[in-house]
């Protein structure tokens, strides 16, 4: 199994690219806000439940799926909540199923990651939108764990679409491409 494992600030385009990769090659995506969406609707963020639970929930569906699967993509923003030793304990799940797991940095300009941030796409998703909370947050340096290894590969989604970032990484870590149906003319 390969996980593809998507990570970056808010609004640099992991879920978006993400979408695209999981329509050109079939495989499965778990988007890590699932988890946090249901575990916000009984636990505050950052309450012990609450970080406890979603690092269970996205360790099992890691390991079953690593079971079970050829390869699926996880995205993830790194943020203080999440306890340091989570970014192994993902490794560990996957390759005690004799998996495989590749990091991929997704990041974006400054300013064009400020424009992201308060569009109403965030909005219906429950992301952060606000640009004085990103910066605020980003400045008490929130961001900056779990401390992330080296990615494999780093895309900058300012200029390349997200198709072609998604092509990228098929590409890279050779992952097959679904048939297209031939349209009929």
Known sequence: ??????????????????LELAEITGHKLFHNHLTVDLLLSVFEFGSKPFVRLRELIWLSVMEEAAATLPAMIFTFNPENSVR????????????????????????????????????????????????????ELKAKGVFDSPKMPAPQLTLNSTLVSPRENAMIIAERFSLSLRARPHSAS
Request: proline share 4%; net charge positive.
């Open 84 to 135: 340091p030793e989570f970014i192994q304990k993902a490794v560990q799940a996957v390759t005690s199923r004799r998996g495989e797991v590749h990091f991929v940095e997704v990041v974006c300009d400054p300013e064009e990651l400020e424009k992201r941030i308060s569009t109403a796409d965030r909005t219906n998703h429950k992301k952060l939108v606000s640009v004085e909370l990103f910066r």
């Open 1 to 18: 199994m390969k996980l593809i494992f998507l990570y970056g600030l808010p609004g640099t385009g992991k879920l978006t690219i993400a």
